[in-house]
T-cell receptor, first 114, second 115 residues
Framework: DAGVTQSPTHLIKTRGQHVTLRCSPISGHKSVSWYQQVLGQGPQFIFQYYEKEERGRGNFPDRFSARQFPNYSSELNVNALLLGDSALYLC?????????????FGPGTRLTVL | AQSVTQLGSHVSVSEGALVLLRCNYSSSVPPYLFWYVQYPNQGLQLLLKYTSAATLVKGINDFEAEFKKSETSFHLTKPSAHMSDAAEYFCAVSEMDSGNTPLVFGKGTRLSVIA
């Protein structure tokens, strides 16, 4: 069975640009969460979506947005990129939004902002 | 609010020695607790999780952790380290039986295994 997939693997952008990151959950999983992992730190929660609705949002500026599609895949959008947005962006999927269920992580998208 | 403190950003052990990675949590409600491992340039893999069924939790690759409510701890151990255990380890907490609380991670502990 395929795990969580993310694209692209790596991305280089310049300050002020916009970026879209994509995530495909494990088949049958209806919840997708996004995390930002800055070098040397633990992942930090950005968004959770379940059944195409936002179920949670972390402490990130409005430049960050996301959506979930009918097939449960998801996109994370970041506008007006800053140097500090350079990080590994992780997507995780789970059966539903319950905290009991394991979140399965994808390999991440490494974003570098120059 | 929930938080996780991992004591020691870097732990070094000899191959075959005991591995002990420390995690203390803060939570105003009963928690679920997790340990994840991250190998270089990869995502996170779940090692084990505490969901209140048993205080001693066994995970993959001979790792285990014990939930101690009185100490608010969930330390990770492995009896004998292998070279392949070298990685970054993250402890995480979420609210028990909640519909939409995310994982809150510690800053991680890098484990080095010396031959």
């Amino acid at each position: 069975d395929a795990g969580v997939t993310q694209s692209p693997t790596h991305l280089i952008k310049t300050r002020g640009q916009h970026v879209t990151l994509r995530c495909s959950p494990i088949s049958g999983h209806k919840s997708v969460s996004w995390y930002q992992q800055v070098l040397g730190q633990g992942p930090q929660f950005i968004f959770q979506y379940y059944e195409k609705e936002e179920r949670g949002r972390g402490n990130f500026p409005d430049r960050f947005s996301a959506r979930q599609f009918p097939n449960y895949s998801s996109e994370l959008n970041v506008n007006a990129l800053l140097l500090g947005d350079s990080a590994l962006y992780l997507c995780a999927s789970s059966l539903d939004s319950s905290s009991y269920n394991e979140q399965f992580f994808g390999p991440g998208t490494r974003l570098t902002v120059l | 609010a929930q938080s996780v403190t991992q004591l020691g950003s870097h732990v070094s052990v000899s191959e075959g020695a005991l591995v002990l990675l420390r995690c203390n949590y803060s939570s105003s409600v009963p928690p679920y607790l997790f340990w994840y491992v991250q190998y270089p340039n990869q995502g996170l893999q779940l090692l084990l999780k505490y969901t209140s069924a048993a205080t001693l939790v066994k995970g993959i690759n001979d790792f285990e952790a014990e939930f101690k409510k009185s100490e608010t701890s969930f330390h990770l151990t492995k009896p004998s380290a292998h070279m392949s255990d070298a990685a970054e380890y993250f402890c995480a907490v979420s609210e028990m039986d909640s519909g939409n609380t995310p994982l809150v991670f510690g800053k991680g502990t890098r484990l080095s295994v010396i031959a």
